[in-house]
C-alpha cells in the first residue's frame, strides 16, 4: 500500500518538475514586480515552515494523502490545473531524501489581505503571520486590485498557495491602500475580507520611501526638491509626489470606507511592530481569529540592526528582521524641512485617528 501511495507520488512529483516552464510566465512577470519592492530578504521561511509541518513523517504523509484521496485522483485527471499550482507556489521540500510537492487543500481567495502601506513594515508583518501553522500566504506581490485586474479573478486565485480546512489564505500588496479602483474591485471578490493595514508617522515614512528610491537611483534630485515645489521657499508641499501622497492616510482610507465597513479594518502601528512585535502580533492574531501562536518566543532583537528579528529553523537563511538594510546611508534632510512636512502632516493624522478609532502618537 505504501509503495503503491509512493509510486503515484514520484509520478505526480516528477511531472510536476517536466511540466513546461512557459506556462508560468505570469508568476514571473509577479516576481519581477516583487523584486521592484523593497524585499530585502527575499529568503522564504515557508518551504520549512508551511510545508515540511503537516507532514512531518511518512505515516503523516500517507495519512493525509489517503484522506484526501478523491480530490487527488480528481488532480492526477486535470494535470494541468494541478500542476499550474504547485509550481505557482513553487512548494517542493526534500525530506529524508523524499521530494515532497505540496498538492494537497485547495486554493481559495485570500480571506485576509495586507493592503498596506508602502514602508509601512508589511513584509516583515506578512513573514511575522507565516509562521503561523493557520496561515498561507502568496510570497510574492500579486498586484492583482491595482496592476493585474485585467487577468481576471481565476489567475488571482491561481496565485494563492493551497489551503487545508482551517487555515486562513493571505497576500500582501501595499499598493492597494493607494489605489483609487481597489476598494471596489476588492469588494466585488468579496466584501467580506479582512483587510489589514500597516501604517508608520507619515514623514518617517516618507523620508524611507524616498532613501530606497535613491538607493537604486543615485541621480534622484532631493528630497526637498521633490517634497516641495518650491525648496527655496518650503512653502507648498508636492502632494502629487507618492512619497507624500502615500501618507494621507485620511484620504485613502476615506475611499476605502466607502466599500468596507471599519470593522473589517485591522490598524497595525508600524512603530509598534518594531517596539513590541509579539503584542502587535497579538492584536493582529486576534482579528485573524487565530490562535495566538507566534509570541515571545518567535522574536530576538538584533542590537546592532536595532530591530527585531524572527528567530529562524535551523539552516533556513538569512534572519527576517525589521527595518532598514544596512549599508543604504540616509540622505541628510533639513530640518526645516522635516519639521514644515511633519506640520502639513498633522490635521491628516488627526483626521485618521478619528476615523480608525487609533491614536497612532505620530505629533
Ligand atoms: C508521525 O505522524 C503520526 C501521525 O500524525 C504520529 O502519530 C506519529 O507520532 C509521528 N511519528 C513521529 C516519529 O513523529
Ligand atoms: C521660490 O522661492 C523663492 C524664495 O521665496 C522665490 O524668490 C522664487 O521666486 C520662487 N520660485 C518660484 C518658481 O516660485
Ligand atoms: C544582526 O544584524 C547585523 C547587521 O545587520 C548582522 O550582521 C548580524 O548577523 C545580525 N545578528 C543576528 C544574530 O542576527
Redesign the pocket.
Known sequence: MILLFMYLFYTLAGFSESFPKGTFDQQTSVRKYDAQDNIQDSVRLSEYSRVAQPLRNRTDFVTSLSSVSPKFAWQMGHPQQQMLGSAGTGETVSRGGIPVSNSFGSKTFPQAIIIGVKKGGTRALLEFLRVHPDVRAVGAEPHFFDRFYDRGLEWYRNLMPRTLEGQVTMEKTPSYFVTKEAPLRLCAMNCDTKLIVVVRDPVTRAVSDYTQTLSKNPGLPSFQSLAFRNSSSLDTIDTSWSAVRIGLYAQHLEGWLRHFPLSHFLFVSGERLVADPAGEMGRVQDFLGLKRIVGDKHFYF?Q??GFP?LKKPEGSGR?RCLGKS?GRHHPLIPPEALQKLRDFYRPFNQKFYHMSGQDFGWD
Request: overall charge positive; aromatic content about 0%.
Open positions: 538584533n546592532t540592526k528579528c534572519p544596512k
